[in-house]
């Protein structure tokens, strides 16, 4: 039997049932705040800087200031692992402006909520990552960089939503988004990579996506195991002509596709450099 979960908010803890934040405050109200995703392996929080680093970032560029140095942020979050006892998971800090009023104001917000939520987490079924999984593309476009940055993290997720919704309609578990100028960008909540040639492609940051920790890694891993790696921008028809395709994301790792829109991509079957990287992955988070 496990025990309750325990919730750290602004330097306390609470039982998952006790532990709450105002109707009022913006993140409810707007969706006005920032979070991460980060994984537990072996007790420990995969690349725990670099998430809090981007939390930090997120939150700067929506004009929030983290009552938290980064420091203190990161030992809230060990704390909150430790208090829990959990060895593999998932842990998620979240940032809210805080409780104001019924208007967008948010100057009336003067308490910014630091939440940790640690719990276990939900990835997808085994087989899609031997046989390979399926992915739409979808119509809702990602968010315009210039309406609200993909780089942010922010808790307003209806953009990514919107598009979980379509590819579950459309019988898939992630769904591919364009961008603004009709060009790849990245899944609901997960990177794309395809491989052409024995050369690794992803969509660059200025496609308009959220710089993903997982895609940061893996594009660390293929270069230092002898691969080229380019950032561009790409099209379905990239996508469509790939040797191999396959997503990057805390909570998928890296998770082959073999077909996207019904169509096969490369042999249908997850191919060798995505099988190579995901060992590669495999032994570094186990380490
Ligand atoms: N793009 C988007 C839009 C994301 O939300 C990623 C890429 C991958 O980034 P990381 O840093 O994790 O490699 C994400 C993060 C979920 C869930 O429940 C997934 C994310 C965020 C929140 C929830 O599947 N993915």
Request: with cysteine; glycine share 8%; net charge negative.
């Amino acid at each position: 039997m496990s025990a309750l979960p325990k919730v750290y908010i602004n330097g306390k803890f609470y039982d998952k049932p006790d532990a709450k934040v105002s109707v009022y405050d913006h993140a409810l109200l707007y969706g006005d705040g920032v979070f991460e995703g980060i994984r537990i392996y072996s007790g420990k929080a995969f690349k725990l800087i670099e998430h809090v680093a981007r939390l930090f970032e997120s939150a700067r560029s929506i004009n929030l200031e983290i009552p938290l140095s980064q420091e203190a942020t990161i030992k809230a979050i060990n704390d909150t692992i430790a208090i829990n006892n959990k060895i593999d998971g998932y842990c998620r800090p979240i940032v809210t402006r805080g409780a104001g009023s019924l208007g967008l104001d948010p100057r009336r917000c003067s308490d910014p909520q630091v939440i940790v939520i640690v719990d276990d987490i939900t990835m997808y079924p085994p087989d899609l990552y031997e046989n390979g999984m399926e992915i739409a593309t979808v119509s809702t476009i990602r968010n315009h960089p210039n309406a609200l940055n993909p780089r942010i993290k922010s808790l307003n997720y209806l953009n990514n939503i919107l598009a979980k919704i379509e590819g579950i309609q459309a019988g898939c578990l992630e769904s591919l988004m364009l961008n603004h100028k009709g060009e790849i960008a990245e899944c609901s909540g997960d990177n794309i990579f395809l491989v052409k040639g024995g050369v690794i492609r992803t969509p660059s940051i200025d496609s308009g996506i959220l710089e993903g920790i997982t895609r940061n890694t893996v594009i660390d891993l293929a270069r230092n195991n002898g691969y080229t790696v380019e950032e561009l921008g790409l099209t379905r028809h990239d996508v469509f002509i790939a040797d191999e395709c396959f997503l990057t994301g805390t909570a998928a790792e890296i998770i082959p596709v073999t077909k996207c829109d019904a169509r096969v991509i490369g042999s249908g079957k997850p191919g060798p450099i995505s099988c190579e990287l995901r060992e590669a992955f495999f032994k570094l988070v186990r380490e």
